[in-house]
């Protein structure tokens, strides 16, 4: 008999991807489908929730003509976190989807924070809530859009979205579930939530929240394949995680994709102060895991290299990108004395300021695209920095890194020497993939996600003592630049 596959997929804010796996998590077949994000406002940010769906369609017909169907036997999903996704009594979207990066309700979060409603809320999910979250895309659609609030039945996850249409059943897992409505010691959504954020009592219309390897159903979609367990799925951080072995307590990842991300596993702990960070309810286990997610990432890179695409001369994105990493590897550390503080679309991680501001600092006559490059860089490298400190997490001998920015290694070595750990960089695409396929497989009995690590090769990046010296030197002005900046940021707020 054939050896039997499994698929993944994952919706995330900018493309569909879905991939065939067999058992030990070799790729066979894959497929990308690229989603339009919406910005009818300058704050905004959206999707159409049938174009994701009809995405993942394409996907599947896609894999479907690459593969033999009859071998495939489960299918998991991940997608991104947050934002809002809600549908009628029909289940039928009430709206566009408002996505995690959404802006608008930047002025109840920042007086959330000032007001004490932020930290009371933290008590239950152990999460600073930031604009994109549900609860604060929930408490602006019931200001603006109130004949759109009354008709809401059911309220849920990306991932969520996309089961409910390959299965017919609704439901979450508890990653998702977790922000902010969840009350993780009590494992049950917490009515004291929905009251802080001026709004009814909404439990009711949450789905459920089980084990994201939990089968949701078979696949009831008509795709070219049987019906092969589905997966009720996971965010697909966690996903991330699951797919690159990092599922144990001290497990840390980073991540360098359109946002960067400092991520580890943990106990579940009582509650002591307000967090800087945001807690996830592990998908598969009784622990937590900690995430604190900056809002600019690589995005920082590609705007940088947007500004000017001629100036570092290249043919596409890939050339220019070379180019700019040829020119800032002979600028030393500290960018020749420039300062980057990259909160172009404002921060979450490790503090909650929907008002900052990106900014250079330390620009002088002398000053060169490639002192900008590498700033730019480093300025990224100072925001995960500041992450782990804040995290109050030990900080491990060796980290793992992936996402688009784990290719580019210039940036790996900053990110080693500015925070002084060994750096495992693997620039596969399809960790999360993989993690969803994992969720499907166990959802058929025929594997265990918890254990689902594939043998595969990471590049090493040492991290350099007199570098490091430097960069820690640097990173206290960095500090003391936020600090510096916030009042500038308020005033320019109004």
Known sequence: MSERLLIGIDAGTTAVKAAAFTLTGTPVAGARQSLNVLRPEPRFSEIAMQDIWQAVIACLRDIAGQIDTGRVAGIGVCGQGDGLWMLDADKQPLRNAILWNDARA???????????????????????????????????????????????????????WIVYNLTGTLGSDFSDATIPFLDLDTGSYAPEIFSALGLPD?????????????????????LGFGPVPVARGTLDLAAMMA????????????????????????????????????????PLSADWIRVLAPQTGASA????????????????????????????????????????????TGERAPFVAPEAAGSFHGLRISTTKADLARAVMEGTGFSLRHCLQ????????????????ARNTLWCQIVADILGVTILANASEDHGLWGAALLGGAAAGLCDPLNGARDEGFDTFTPDPAAHAIYSNIFETYLMAIDASQPIWSAMRS
């Open 202 to 222: 909404m439990s009711g219309k949450l789905v459920q929240p089980s084990r994201a390897s939990d089968p949701a159903g078979p696949l009831d979609a008509d």
């Open 301 to 344: 890179f590609d705007w940088f290299a947007a500004l000017h695409p001629n100036s570092f001369g290249g043919a596409d994105a890939g050339e220019i990108s070379a180019k700019i990493n040829e020119a800032a590897q002979h600028v030393p550390p500290g960018a020749n004395g420039v300062l980057f503080l990259p909160f172009l």
């Open 106 to 160: 930047s002025d109840e979060v920042s007086d959330w924070a000032t007001d004490g409603t932020a930290d009371a809320i933290s008590r239950h999910c152990r999460t600073a809530i930031w604009p994109g979250t549900a609860g604060a895309a929930l408490r602006w659609v019931q200001d603006n859009e109130p004949t759109v609030f009354e008709r809401i039945a059911h309220i849920l996850f990306a991932k969520d």
């Open 243 to 282: 797919g690159a072995g990092l599922n144990a307590p001290g497990d840390m990842c980073l991540i360098l994709g359109t946002t960067a991300v400092l991520s580890y596993v943990a106990p579940p702990e009582p509650f002591t102060t307000p967090p800087l960070a945001a807690t996830v309810h592990h």
């Open 390 to 405: 804040a995290s109050g997490a030990p900080a491990p001998e060796r980290v793992v890194l992936t996402g688009g920015g």
